[in-house]
């Protein structure tokens, strides 16, 4: 595979290099065309929106509704049931000992341990009948933000083949479509705050601080210290910290009524809302459920520079893995195995934002780097990727603040380059026009990998097992049996934020732990019990239960 990309990059430098208007006549039809309908701006934002759905419901006999795998998802989707039924928390169960599931606070209330966003989304999508429409919209609204965006920062063109850009990377078969993660809120946040920056130094207008503060708050709600960092260099910049250059002439009395009034009352109203949800799930307005949940249960700390907390033991032997096997063997580093995950890292998030296609614009970084118009987006990458790299865990979703700031940079390298020659070549036009052409490549290569080899996630098993128990009658109890080899990240025990009026409620069945209390509190329940690690998992009434017996 690696000679055939060797092979591949070698033919196509030759043919920029012999040929480099090769497709002349063609590209500048589509350029022309293109440029005349960016001109439209508000017709390209709710375009780019509706495309970015339609183009991943136009896929769905190939890629179905996905279903949720991972542990933060579960918690995710707890979040958007509670919130769907009109709640921000839920009191804690009496029986919590036996529902305790990963990333879920039990005690002071039950709920996500995530910040509220991304369950506020999904709940949206729960009440329209499936949680996954959520992610639907909101990556339709994020495709159009950050065409929005790239509007205040280039001539429309540009800005179109931005928003563009934005859905090859990230449309239909990137995992930001398929999961219940949340990505697209902070993206979304980030895209309103660097799309008002530009708009706020040409003009003041109200209008524009009213998107930046909307945007610092989704920020707040979604990914708070992602985007404290990513909001940082704006603040600066706005508020005059040095009244030299291009943003001395905003200062003045204008600026605080046109811009930090507006912009301060809309931050003001969502951080005072994200502190009373704080002060509803955790009991102080100070503290994240994140931040509480992490206190109670984690057995590694969250930034590379503090010190490895005590050994803590669990009631369930799948906390016992997961927390003091899997997570303290994954982070107790040297500073050699540090750097080498960072480097690991590094290239996960090359993967998923830029790739190959989307790194031949760089090659005009030392262009942009000149560019005075690009030291906030560049101020915000450099800013962004330490705190990142300071953290102990990384998931590529976590740096979804800082893929607006990079698409504005790909978009200004992207010019720079175009204007490119060598030898009196116009190399820069071929290689801007090669980076459209190899990121449409990769959305065709990726559908058809997905289509040839379509995956079957773990979680069919608990689909199917969850449907065959919604078409009986009555109200469920299953008991899941783990086998002492299970894989932890295999979590069949979550349930609803209302667990005494689900359908259907899953318990863990825990060593030496007496199950007779949960038994009698669900006495008016069919009792089932499930080894989940049987090929196939097969549901079994609970021995020597009566079933339905009422008290």
């Not at 991972?70 to 029986?95: Q, Y």
Request: one cysteine or more.
């Amino acid at each position: 595979m690696s000679l055939i990309v060797g092979l591949g990059i070698i033919f196509l430098g030759l043919v920029g290099w012999i040929r480099p208007l090769v497709g002349d006549r063609w590209f500048r039809a589509i350029e022309a065309r293109a440029a005349a309908s960016a001109r439209r701006r508000r017709a390209v934002l709710v375009g780019i929106g509706f495309v970015a759905v339609f183009a991943r419901l136009a896929v769905l006999p190939w890629q179905p509704v996905p279903q949720p795998i991972i542990h933060d998802e579960f918690s995710n989707l707890l979040a958007a049931d509670t919130f769907a039924h009109g709640r921000l928390s839920n009191p804690p169960h009496p029986m919590w000992v036996y529902f305790d599931t990963f990333h879920v606070l039990q005690h002071p209330t039950y709920a996500s341990k995530y910040p509220p966003a991304t369950g506020l989304v999904l709940a949206v999508g729960e009440l329209a009948g499936n949680p996954w429409f959520g992610t639907l919209l909101s990556m339709g609204l994020m495709c159009s933000a950050m065409t929005w965006m790239l509007q205040g920062w280039f001539p429309p063109g540009w800005a179109l083949l931005g928003g563009v850009i934005v859905l090859f990377r990230l449309c239909v078969f990137n995992y930001w479509y398929d999961a219940f993660l949340g990505a697209t809120i902070s993206a979304l946040g980030a895209a309103l705050v660097l799309g008002a920056f530009p708009r706020i130094v040409r003009s003041r207008r109200a209008p524009d601080a009213i998107w930046l503060g909307a945007g610092m708050v989704l920020l707040a709600v979604s990914r708070p210290l992602e985007g404290f960092l990513f909001c940082v260099p704006v603040a600066v910049m706005l508020l005059g910290a040095s009244r030299k250059g291009p943003l001395s002439r905003i200062a003045g009395v204008g600026f605080f009524k046109g811009v930090v009034l507006p912009a301060g009352l809309v931050l003001g109203a969502g951080l005072a809302w994200l502190g009373y949800y704080n002060w509803r799930v955790t009991g102080n307005a100070l503290v994240f459920p994140y931040s509480l949940y992490h206190k109670q249960y984690f057995g590694y700390p969250m930034f590379a520079w503090q010190s490895m907390p005590p050994l803590r033991h669990y009631a369930n032997p799948q906390f016992e893995v997961f927390f003091n096997e899997w997570h303290r063997t994954t982070y107790q580093l040297t500073l050699k195995q540090w750097v080498h995950r960072l480097e690991n890292n590094a290239l996960l998030w090359w993967l998923v934002y830029l790739g190959p296609a989307l790194t031949i614009p760089f090659l005009a970084l030392p262009e942009v780097a000149r560019d005075l118009k690009t030291r906030l987006p560049l101020w915000q990458v450099g800013l962004c990727a330490v705190g990142l790299a300071s953290m102990v865990w990384f998931q590529p979703h976590y740096a979804a603040p800082m893929f607006a700031a990079v698409i504005v940079l790909t978009i200004s390298a992207l010019r720079h380059l175009r204007r490119f020659r060598c030898s009196g070549r116009l190399v820069g036009t071929y290689l801007s026009r090669l980076v459209v052409v190899l990121a449409l490549d990769w959305v065709v290569i990726l559908g058809v990998h997905t289509a040839k080899n379509p995956e079957t996630p773990w979680t069919t098993d608990r689909t199917r097992i969850t449907r065959q128990l919604s078409a009986m009658p009555g109200q469920h109890l299953v008991l899941v049996d783990y086998s002492q080899d299970h894989d932890v990240h295999q979590e069949w025990v979550t349930n609803a934020a209302d667990i005494d009026k689900a359908k259907i409620v899953w318990a863990r069945e825990i060593p030496d732990l007496d199950r007779q209390p949960l038994l009698q509190y669900f006495s008016s329940r069919k009792v089932w019990i499930i080894r989940v690690d049987d090929e196939p998992p097969v549901l079994e009434p609970y021995p020597g239960h009566n079933s339905y017996q009422r008290p």
